[in-house]
């Protein structure tokens, strides 16, 4: 049985409540014999600013770093919001996904029949809906330099950012998608605005390029980022993984996400470049809500984002793709049968808590793996 070291950052709010479900879905893993996690817990956001004065300390820096996959909660509240800024909960994050080099980030948007009512869109467009979203993470117009706010000396003033990509940037990005697809419907869609901006262009060159060099049997499309937005709510299901850049990625994976129902549904990925010794490649796995003050600590959490995140580290980070559709059924299965959180309650005359949720994915993966 492989051993897997697994480290968990629960953060802050319903963080801690919804990673408790993932704890007992690895525990079961281990004593089914799938795989054996060694399990590490450490502090992030605020609770790590309440006992460091800093949102991650060294410490827990140097065991992400050593995981095979870091799982991550969430972070922040109302309590952090008077925190000096180098040192607010999302400093945490951000640090991570810096020093982890997690340069691509994947948020599937998949609608579960059982809850296809929950969206915004009619079932018929959303149902059965699996795609994937693969967003640059670490480059264009949100780290370019200059970055800055000019004086101009005659009352008026000009704020800068710059959109940069350099070819290696954009080839390890589009490397990801086309991986990924090969593993789905063999499908990639391509958006940039080359119509308007130089670094579309070289997008759209580079990505062209590395298709035909190197993944000539995936189906590639291009779309400009606009058309794409508008064709992402009228018939989502032409996709399959959407590649493009942070700023794009940003916005377009939001609309896709709301596709799906709820914030309660969605997991993540993000991902940094294999190791050619290893073969691994370091990975931090998160649901996309955030610490919901609202709610935390009244068991109303819908733990299915985070325990999708998991599901996402079992095929992405442990080759355990047949343990992860099993816990995907699972979900799927549990949402079938009627039972709901507050959040996605629809119809439903009642709902169940957030361990009650968790403990039924359990058991449906339980039966699964008899
Ligand atoms: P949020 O995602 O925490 O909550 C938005 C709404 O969705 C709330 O009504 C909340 O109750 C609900 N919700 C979120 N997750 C849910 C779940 N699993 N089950 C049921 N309902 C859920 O966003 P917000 O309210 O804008 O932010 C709250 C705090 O979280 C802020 O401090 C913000 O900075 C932080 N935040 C952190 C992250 C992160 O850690 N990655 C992401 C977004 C926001």
Redesign the pocket.
């Known amino acids: 049985m492989p051993t897997k070291k697994l480290f968990l950052l629960p953060?802050?709010?319903?963080?801690p409540e919804?990673m408790a479900e993932v704890e007992k879905i690895a525990a079961f893993l281990g004593e089914a014999g799938v795989a054996h996690f060694e399990m590490e817990k450490g502090l992030v956001?605020g609770s790590a600013y309440d006992a460091h004065g800093k949102a991650i300390s060294e410490g827990d820096m140097a065991l992400a770093k050593a995981a095979d996959a870091v799982l991550?909660?969430?972070?922040?509240?109302?309590k952090?919001?008077g925190v000096p800024y180098d040192v607010r909960?999302?400093a945490g994050?951000l640090r991570l996904r810096k020093d982890l080099e997690l340069f691509a980030n994947l948020r599937p948007a998949v609608c579960f029949p059982a809850i296809a009512d929950a969206s915004s869109l009619k079932r018929e467009i959303v149902e059965g809906l699996d795609i994937m979203i693969v967003r640059e993470l670490t480059g264009g117009v949100y780290f370019g330099e200059p970055k800055e706010i000019i004086d101009l000396g005659n009352g008026q003033k000009r704020g800068i950012d710059t959109q940069v990509y350099d070819t290696y940037e954009i080839e390890r990005i589009g490397r990801v998608a086309f991986d990924l697809a090969k593993q789905r419907s063999n499908k990639v869609t391509s958006s940039d605005k080359r119509n308007v901006m130089k670094s579309g262009v070289l997008w759209h060159e580079v990505m062209s390029a590395l298709h035909k060099r190197e993944y000539p049997e995936v189906t590639l499309e291009h779309q400009l980022a606009d058309a794409l937005g508008m064709q992402l709510v009228r018939w989502p299901k032409q996709f399959d993984v959407i590649v493009t850049d942070n700023l794009f990625g940003d916005m377009l994976s939001d609309v896709a996400a709301m596709l799906t129902g709820?914030?309660?549904m969605l997991p993540s990925a993000s991902l940094g470049d294999t190791d050619p010794k290893t073969g691994t490649r370091r990975a931090l796995y998160?649901?996309?809500?955030?610490?919901?003050?609202?709610?935390a600590g009244k068991g109303?959490?819908?733990?299915?984002?985070?325990i999708g995140s998991f599901a996402m580290a079992l095929r992405y980070s442990f080759g355990l793709a047949a343990a992860a559709e099993q816990l995907s059924r699972g979900m799927a299965d549990v949402l079938a049968s009627g039972l709901r959180?507050?959040?996605?309650r629809g119809d439903a005359t009642s709902v169940v808590s957030?361990s009650e949720m968790g403990e039924a994915v359990l058991q449906a993966l339980r039966k699964a793996t008899v």
């Open positions: 953060g802050d709010g319903i963080g919804v956001g991550f909660g969430a972070v922040g509240g109302p952090w919001d909960p999302e994050l709820s914030l309660g998160e649901p996309v809500h955030g610490s919901a003050p609202d709610i109303r959490a819908n733990p299915l984002a985070m959180t507050a959040d996605i957030t």
